[in-house]
């Protein structure tokens, strides 16, 4: 029988090549400008397709591929891939959940702890020379005893919680469904919550339903003493009103791996002595993302090859048998 076609979506390491040609025909997106001619000769044979969770798959090629099946992302969040408009063509979209957990929590962790105790600005201070002219620096805060409250409390989102609680935190969570196999408090209500919490960790999908779920009035009931740690999406977040807040004072500190705008990042913030910033690294280790690769091409091989793939997003699971 011959192999199935597969369209490589955006950039794949040389490895996720190779493995994936041992399977499949592999055919490149050469990039919009030459997508007529492409589509003309590949788009009756191609049945998969392996795209970056950040870069998706636009309707539009959705719809010119009528031979397509299954589009395969690499990450667990899949925003940019329409899953329903998929499902409704019979097109089965997966992700690539839980291999990721136990890298995006110690980032999590570890971004919380360098605002918290203020570690980034001290290694500034230690280099500019500062400890020896000025002496030591001015105190940071510990996060025992602190209440943690979780905007989200998924796979990732437990992991973090399950950590947090190591250290000596109160976790309580927001979501829209409470969980039954938890103990944590949970709050319905995001604003109630940030009211009567120490810090606020988001780590939600993006995408329409989450989009500025963290506004102003959450911001301000975190409040001046308050610390925001955002490792979900950058959409979750009203970005304008929380640089404005730390600005003026009105949220205490914040650590943030996602943006609205990635790469782009707000200039006000690049001064800000009191934010750390990352570049979208929340599961970039050459270990977690060799995993996330791994399952991108367990998924498409196991779906040509046994009639089923692995980690179907939930809007899909109702076409796998
Ligand atoms: O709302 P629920 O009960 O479905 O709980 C989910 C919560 N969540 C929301 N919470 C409030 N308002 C919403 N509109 C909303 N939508 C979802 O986020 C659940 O507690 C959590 C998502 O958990 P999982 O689906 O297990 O995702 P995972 O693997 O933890 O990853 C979360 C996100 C990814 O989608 C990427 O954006 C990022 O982390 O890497």
């Not at 109160?170 to 949970?186: A, I, K, T």
Request: net charge negative.
């Amino acid at each position: 029988m011959a192999r199935p076609q597969i369209l490589l979506y955006g950039p794949m390491s040389g490895e996720v090549r190779e493995r994936l040609a041992q399977h499949f025909v592999i055919r490149e997106w050469p990039g919009s400008e030459h997508a007529e001619p492409f589509l003309a000769e590949h788009a009756p044979s191609i049945a998969g397709v392996a795209t970056g969770g950040d870069i998706g798959l636009p309707n539009e090629i959705i719809d010119a591929l009528p031979a397509l099946r299954i589009i395969a992302g690499y990450g667990v969040g899949y925003e940019r891939i329409d899953a329903g408009h998929a499902a409704e063509r019979g097109i089965l979209v997966t992700h690539t959940p839980d291999v990721l957990n136990d890298e995006v929590s110690n980032t999590t962790i570890a971004l919380l702890l360098a605002v918290t105790r203020r570690i980034v600005a001290y290694d500034r201070y230690a280099r500019e020379g500062r400890w020896a002219r000025e002496g030591s620096p001015p105190l940071a805060h510990g996060i025992a005893g602190k209440r943690v409250g979780m905007v989200g409390l998924g796979r990732i989102g437990m992991t973090i919680a399950q950590k947090l609680g190591v250290f000596g935190c109160e976790v309580v969570y927001h979501s829209r469904n409470r969980r039954d196999d938890v103990s944590f408090q949970h709050y319905p209500d995001l604003i109630a919550m940030a009211g009567g919490c120490d810090i606020l960790i988001v780590i939600t999908p993006g995408g329409a339903a989450t989009r500025h779920l963290v506004d102003r009035p959450v911001i301000d009931a975190l409040g001046p003493k308050g610390t925001f740690i955002n490792v979900g999406r950058g959409s979750v977040v009203d970005e304008r009103e929380l640089v404005a807040a730390l600005a003026e004072g009105r949220l205490g500190a914040a650590g943030l791996d996602v943006f609205e705008d990635e790469p782009n990042i707000p200039p006000e913030l690049i001064s800000m002595d009191n934010v750390v910033l990352l570049p979208h690294v929340g599961s970039a280790t050459v270990e977690t993302r060799a995993a996330m690769a791994g399952l991108v091409i367990d998924n498409l091989v196991s779906f040509f090859e046994h009639g089923k793939a692995i980690t179907p997003v939930p809007e899909c699971r109702h076409l796998q048998p």
